[in-house]
């Protein structure tokens, strides 16, 4: 099973600054990561896919970078909205697997 | 609008059984594997279980093995999940989802195992 390690636990950052989240896995996924939001009472929505792709609708501030073992979700300027639980999830393995989640808090 | 609908979570006896549907549209169902996700409250996501879109390849958590079974049926757009032998670390919030990378997410169905 391929282990991903989300880092940090918990980020505090003042609206309008930069948010850099970061994901690792225990060995190589290529590149089939995705990130997901999960606000409070709702179900995660998907981000990115394919490590850098945003999903349809997702606003440009959401940029992915990454391949291989080393993913990176970075939040350009942090909107009132951003404040939630961010997810990285491989799909290059069954059983697929999630980190455990970073919250993004105001700082 | 691809949605997915999932029913069939409730209250239920630990050591009992359940079936969870999850009924999909808006997409060509046999196209696409199809995997269970649970969330536990307060907790993060684990996935459960996962079925290619012709049944031929199956997987499953290790929490979950040999308790467990998902199937499908391509004719109703469905995805099963039985749940046997339920324990009280079952308790979660079970959502459906389509393909490896899930978009859009269910508003999942709530299972709660208890005395």
């Known amino acids: 099973e391929i282990v991903m390690t989300q880092s940090p636990a918990t980020l505090s950052v003042s609206p309008g600054e930069r948010a850099t989240l970061s994901c690792r896995a225990s060995?190589?996924?290529?590149?089939?990561l995705a990130w997901y939001q999960q606000k409070p009472g709702q179900a995660p929505r998907l981000l990115i896919y394919?490590?850098?792709t945003r999903a349809t609708g997702i606003p440009a501030r959401f940029s992915g970078s990454g391949s291989g073992t080393e993913f990176t979700l970075t939040i350009s300027s942090l909107q009132s909205e951003d404040f939630a639980v961010y997810y990285c999830?491989?799909?290059?393995?069954?059983?697929?697997?999630f980190g455990q989640g970073t919250k993004l808090e105001i700082k | 609008e691809v949605q997915l609908v999932e029913s069939g979570g409730g209250l239920v006896q630990p050591g009992r059984s359940l079936r969870l549907s999850c009924a999909a549209s808006?997409?060509?169902?046999?196209?696409?594997?199809m995997h269970w996700v649970r969330q536990a409250p307060g907790k993060g996501l684990e996935w459960v279980s996962g079925?290619?879109?012709?049944?031929?390849?199956?997987g499953y958590a290790d929490s979950v093995k040999g308790r467990f079974t998902i199937s499908r049926d391509n004719a109703k757009n469905s995805l099963y999940l039985q749940m046997n032998s339920l324990r009280a670390e079952d308790t979660a919030l079970y959502y459906c989802?389509?393909?490896?990378?899930?978009?859009?997410w269910g508003q999942g169905t709530l299972v709660t195992v208890s005395s």
């Open positions: 989802a389509k393909d490896d990378w899930f978009d859009p």
């Open positions: 808006g997409f060509t169902f046999d196209d696409y594997a």
């Open positions: 079925i290619s879109w012709n049944s031929g390849s199956i």
């Open positions: 060995q190589s996924v290529s590149s089939n």
């Open positions: 394919g490590a850098s």
């Open positions: 999830q491989q799909y290059n393995n069954w059983p697929l697997t």
